[in-house]
């Protein structure tokens, strides 16, 4: 071992062969938003065709479709993917977040039935966790799934999760034993969204558009033989899930590459055409810092890659990750609304599709999308305390 | 591909902080400062100076065939990090990583730096290097031999005491700032011309990129103090570090150093032991440096704050490594000049911008 930051050969004939199949494959025309019935129809193909590329599941092993490749490959897959600015990954929530806790929990059975569909983009998964009650403090969620026979009988309100309007999975998270508090007593259940006894509410988000529902269940009837790992350790899992989602796979660098690229590429646009009105050298900076926090999310990412592939782990410090980039994503739309000026509140005229070809709309409505970014999967202020606590080793509050 | 530091690296590292814990301690400093050079000062410092010897590492980036290690910047960036996690006093990091590889290039062309090179392989003399048009230089006072330039298209090498140096105070008293003049005496060696310059640019980037990880090192030990702090302060019958106004401001500057880190490496990594970089291995530097400094910034505000009045008194050690991590800052150029380096770059499209051109060719050196 010794830093030694070159691309071997195998790593260049992958991006070769990345970069060919994309570029013949990528939508010439970014698909409608996927918090359309029609846009998610679209990107759902999309994920079915990413698959008969043997590319939906690239870090996923052969036999579930995947392809093997270890974290370095992923990240050069990625980098591939954002450079021609294919389609957001809709079932994300499934590929990099329920899959692989299937994988390290599930029985084979589970995995059989789930994982080769999900590869291959048949099914589409939304995250059932948080309640109205049990936000940030998801150990107080109160939503039962009381044993009745071979079923569990699901009562309860789940809230903000997000695609289940036209998912067709979710993965929760259920009190099984009723009288348990906390995190005890906590059961993964997984089930189809379209269960009796289960009725989704569409949420409207700041865009107006449907991203994330309220999901009510009334006796829902549930397998017994869809819950995944043991009764009770339910938590435990689903903080396996949660590292998933803040460590390295939920948010790769290349996206944040790519949005730092556009900016840029604004930043010198309306540079290049400023006349009587000048442009903020305050914006030089902000775009400036914004580059290079890129940059360093993106090595930072290479260098815990390589450290995971040398045998290490991530804990804690997956919270630093979640943080950066969220915060990153933000600065990096406010920079660009703010070089656009005016024209940053105009929508494209027509389809869907007009919106997501459209520059300005594309970064108002990423403008609008980064602002869940601090929020969702842990909110930041969670994330400090956990950096606090366990990383630096502050007392709990 | 791969990110990681080999043991050796990593040992070496160890070894370093083993001995900075023993003797370069806060305590140690804040002798130091309160001596001003005299006295207990001068004896710590010379103990300190020869347990540094038996480090070994004398040479660390000149050629073997020159008598060095032959070794490359890489392996003085975890070494770098720790003088910096100890406010190292001495120059170990400006001697190894910047003015001996220099010597020795100057020896290759000009026999007049033979001497030098030997005493300083063997550790017999220190040599320092003071950028031409620079401000004071810090331990100028303490070398043997100084190389330096009356333009960046020379290189040449004196005897300290051939030039005329002025003590000069700085809000740091462990720098030891001097002003260096030149005089009507005749170099030991002297190169001109573009060779001269390419060493004095090689010289800069290996100097930001060293300094960096010196700032990674101050800012991870300005957070170990805080956090010691906010663990035995108690307010309102708890410990301080308990609220979440401290806990926040710890972990942003800890986000800061930790995302800088990386960054710092890859410029290192992307360095030769002698000759300059390349546009985009020069661009990392610049990054590192301003990154670097940053994070070192952040943590010294936090750290002094969550100290509440004790960290703006002088009995707090934590002031050592604050203003440490300041006046590096406007080393090498300074944080200003390289983030304006950076932003010109980016708008005249001479930086790579985009997912697929991180290590591309020159920003990864093997």
């Known amino acids: 071992m010794a830093i030694d930051l070159r691309y071997t050969d195998a790593h260049r004939a992958l991006r070769a062969e990345a970069r060919a199949w994309l570029e013949a494959n990528v939508p010439r025309e970014p698909l409608p938003s996927f918090d359309t019935a029609e846009g998610f129809e679209a990107h759902r193909r999309w994920e079915a065709q990413l698959h008969s590329g043997r590319w939906s599941m690239v870090t996923w092993p052969q036999e579930f479709g995947g392809r093997g490749l270890d974290l370095i490959e992923w990240l050069i897959f990625e980098e591939e993917y954002y450079r021609v600015d294919a389609p957001f990954r809709v079932n994300q929530n499934g590929v990099f977040l329920f899959g692989p806790t299937l994988m390290e929990y599930g029985t084979p059975e589970q995995k059989a039935r789930f994982l080769p569909r999900l590869a291959a983009g048949e099914d589409m998964w939304a995250q059932v966790w948080s309640e109205p009650q049990a936000g940030s403090d998801l150990a107080a969620l109160r939503t039962t799934a009381v044993r009745d026979g071979d079923h569990y009988v699901i009562n309860g309100h789940k809230i903000w999760s997000t695609r289940a309007v036209h998912a067709d999975w979710g993965f929760g998270l259920f009190r099984t ?221 | 591909m791969d990110f990681t530091f080999t043991e050796e690296q990593e040992l070496a590292a160890q070894a370093l902080r083993g001995l900075l814990d023993d003797h370069c301690s806060g305590a140690d400093l804040r002798r130091a400062a309160e001596a001003r050079g005299a006295g207990a000062f001068a004896a710590a410092r010379a103990l300190r100076r020869e347990r540094l010897k038996e480090l070994g590492l004398a040479g660390v980036l000149v050629p073997t065939s020159a008598g060095g290690l032959g070794l490359a910047p890489i392996d003085l960036a975890r070494l770098a990090e720790e003088a910096g996690r100890a406010a190292l006093p001495e120059p170990l990091i400006d001697v190894e990583g910047i003015a001996l590889p220099m010597l020795a290039q100057l020896a290759a062309a000009a026999p007049g730096a033979h001497d030098a090179l030997a005493a300083a392989l063997a550790q017999q003399a220190t040599v320092l290097a003071v950028t031409p048009g620079s401000g004071p230089v810090a331990a100028a006072v303490d070398a043997d031999y100084l190389l330096v330039g009356r333009s960046p298209d020379e290189l040449a090498l004196h005897r300290r005491d051939a030039l005329r140096l002025t003590s000069v105070e700085s809000v740091d008293p462990l720098r030891r700032l001097a002003t260096v003049e030149l005089t009507d005496a005749a170099p030991l060696a002297v190169l001109q011309g573009s060779v001269a310059r390419q060493a004095w640019d090689a010289a800069a980037s290996r100097s930001a990129a060293l300094i960096a990880a010196q700032q990674l090192g101050l800012g991870a030990r300005m957070i170990a103090i805080a956090v010691a702090y906010a663990l035995d302060r108690k307010q309102f019958g708890k410990a301080i570090g308990a609220n979440q106004a401290v806990k926040h401001a710890l972990a942003d500057a800890q986000m800061r150093v930790e995302f800088a880190r990386p960054v710092v490496y890859a410029a290192c990594a992307a360095l030769d032991a002698s000759a300059p970089p390349d546009a985009s291995a020069s661009l990392r530097v610049s990054h590192a440096f301003v990154a670097a400094a940053d994070a070192a910034d952040r943590a010294a505000r936090a750290a002094i704050q969550v100290h509440g009045a004790m960290g703006y008194s002088w009995e707090v050690d934590l002031q050592f490594y604050a203003k440490r991590a300041w006046t590096s800052a406007a080393l090498a150029g300074g944080r200003s000049a390289h983030f304006a380096r950076l932003h010109r770059a980016l708008l005249d499209g001479s930086a790579a911008t985009g997912p697929d051109h991180l290590f591309d060719a020159g920003a990864a050196r093997a």
């Open chain 1, 177 to 397: 034993d009723p009288a348990s508090e906390r995190h005890r007593g906590l059961s993964y259940i997984v089930f189809p969204l379209r269960t009796p006894g289960v009725r989704i509410r569409g949420i409207p988000q700041l865009d107006g558009k449907a991203g994330f529902a309220e999901i009510f269940f009334e006796d829902a009837r549930v397998p017994v033989a869809d819950l995944i790992g043991g009764e009770g350790q339910g938590w435990s899992i689903a903080m396996a899930t949660a590292g998933f989602e803040r460590g390295l796979m939920l948010r790769s660098p290349a996206r944040f590459q790519r949005t730092a690229q556009r900016l840029v590429e604004l930043y010198r646009r309306e540079t290049a055409a400023q006349g009587a009105a000048p442009i903020d050298p305050g914006l030089g900076a902000a775009v400036t810092q914004c580059w290079m926090d890129a940059e360093a999310y993106a090595l930072a990412t290479y260098m815990t890659a390589s450290r995971l592939i040398a045998g290490g782990s991530i804990g804690a410090e997956a919270s630093l990750n979640k943080v950066f980039w969220s915060e990153l994503d933000v600065a990096m739309h406010r920079a660009a609304i703010a070089l656009l000026g005016a024209r940053a509140e105009l929508r494209a005229q027509g389809s869907e599709a007009a919106a997501a070809a459209d520059e300005a709309c594309r970064w108002m409505d990423g403008f609008l999308f980064s602002l869940a970014g601090p929020i969702y999967a842990g909110a930041n202020e969670i994330q400090r305390n956990i950096i606090a606590e366990r990383v630096l080793g502050l007392p709990k509050g």
